[in-house]
């Protein structure tokens, strides 16, 4: 009887109820756990520069807002620039760094040296100003909701049983904000992790946070990721090209003195290599892996011509 039923089961399966186990209980606890009910997600970006991260973002955030997720990127870039531009006019000084280029508030690639102290105590201080109005916006939506339930109450116009209010565009008990930068060591990871899923920070606000690392190790794609971002940052306005891409690469290598890749399995995280070419997932549930992970192996950064037909009337449409 024990080889036949051994032989139904590669034929027919298993007709055993299934039991929870020790370890199955484990496993489960852990998806539980990372596909929590949350009406707030944060989307960390990691990598090194011009490996495709804004890219990534801006194409999450279309996406998103598409299918009617109110999404919103904060580049912690812009926040850097600003920052640097407003400490420049405090100390009555227009002159930019030697070497950079001529946008306001442009830094050139010794202000990304690790070594370099006042300009790494600058660059923390306002990812903690990009976070911290990042969690604020993603708090919008307690309040939003509260409105929601207020005005819900009150009788909408009407013409002939047709509803008049325009409906919402969005779903505005759901935000999704992407943390556009580098993210580059373990250290500032489990920082950013901490403030937004604490719930010592964050009481009952519950947040879940995704990794996105973007890893490009092909040398010609880099070439064009180099190109378009001296071509569209301000960080090289009014600088050559040749000498633009001198100092890109010099920051590059100042990144990757300390760059660290995502190695925490207990993180939910998505590697994309080369822009697409691969995706590696881990801990990812939920709408991120029904929506965003399907999404992420479609993009591409190729253009092509995209033709939409509208066909005319046929016989088949007159004779029904």
Request: hydrophobic residues 35%; neutral net charge; glycine residues 6%.
């Amino acid at each position: 009887s024990s080889n036949i039923k051994k032989d139904n089961y590669y034929k027919t399966g298993s007709d055993e109820l299934a039991t929870e186990t020790p370890l199955t209980l484990t496993r489960l606890e852990t998806r539980r756990m990372l596909t929590n009910t949350s009406s707030r997600l944060v989307i960390v970006l990691v990598g090194l520069p011009a490996r495709g991260k804004s890219f990534v973002a801006r194409k999450m955030q279309h996406f998103l807002n598409w299918t009617g997720v109110l999404c919103k990127i904060f580049n912690v870039g812009k926040y850097r620039r600003e920052a640097y531009a407003s400490l420049q006019r405090e100390q009555g000084s227009d002159q930019q760094n030697s070497g950079s280029g001529s946008g306001e508030g442009a830094c050139d690639a010794n202000f990304f040296d690790p070594n370099n102290v006042t300009a790494a105590q600058l660059r923390e201080r306002v990812a903690q100003v990009a976070l911290k109005d990042m969690l604020a916006w993603l708090d919008e939506v307690d309040d939003n909701a509260a409105a929601e339930d207020e005005t819900s109450t009150h009788d909408t116009s009407t013409h002939g049983g047709i509803n008049l209010q325009p409906k919402l565009q969005y779903r505005q008990n759901e935000r999704i904000a992407i943390f556009d930068a580098t993210n580059s060591t373990h250290q500032r990871r489990n920082w950013v992790l901490e403030q937004c899923t604490s719930p010592q920070l964050r009481g009952n606000k519950t947040t879940g946070c995704v990794f996105v690392e973007s890893i490009c190790n092909d040398q010609e794609l880099l070439m064009e990721n180099y190109k378009f971002k001296i071509s569209n940052s301000p960080d090289f306005t009014g600088m050559t090209e040749e000498a633009a891409l001198a100092d890109l690469l010099q920051r590059v290598t100042k990144y990757e003195q300390q760059y660290q890749t995502i190695t925490d399995d207990s993180l939910s995280y998505i590697k994309i290599y080369d822009l697409s070419t691969k995706l590696l997932c881990n801990h990812i549930y939920g709408r991120i892996a029904k929506d965003l992970v399907p999404a992420l192996m479609a993009w591409h950064i190729g253009s092509r011509p995209i033709f939409l037909c509208r066909p005319g009337q046929t016989t088949i449409g007159v004779d029904g």
